[in-house]
């Protein structure tokens, strides 16, 4: 399993932050590897929302099935993926006196024909750095509309 935990100070305060967690379908504008959001379900937030995510990293491209099973209102989604590589992930934003840290949790498990656990070990250094700069991306985003 790799487990794979980033973070990042945001200088925007935690509304403005939950608010872009919580809009699933922009998560591609900041999630380079995240090339296509699809939705399963009606709803589009909250628990029990479907989607399918392109996701693409390196030369591995797959669709990533995930459900959203918590959503803690102004602080956290947590998922369940479902497609080809299985596991659970939390995004959690937490408030701070100069604006909000994301915390970006994964536990993931790639099948054993691509490799299990060797898979998993290689995988965990290039997900964080992928994360790493997703959170970056994600920060210029908010920090850019505030400043127009």
Sequence with gaps: MAHVT????????????????????????????????DFTT???????????????????????VMEVVGWEEGRSIDVRHEGLVTGEGTLRVDP??????????ERLTFPW??????TSWLARPV????WRGNLRRLEESLTDRLRR
Excluded: C, F, Q, Y
Aim: charged share 30%; no cysteine; glycine share 8%.
């Design 42 to 64: 009606d709803r589009t937030t909250g628990k029990g929302t479907r989607l399918e995510v392109l996701t693409v990293i390196g030369p591995l491209r797959t669709t990533d």
């Design 113 to 118: 024909w691509l490799g299990g656990p060797v």
């Design 6 to 37: 980033v973070s990042r100070h945001i200088p925007v305060s935690h509304d403005r932050v939950w608010d872009a967690l919580a809009d699933l379908k922009s998560h591609t504008d900041w999630m380079r590897d995240a090339r296509s959001i």
């Design 96 to 105: 701070e006196d100069d604006g909000s840290v994301v915390v970006w949790e």
């Design 127 to 130: 997900l964080a750095a992928a």
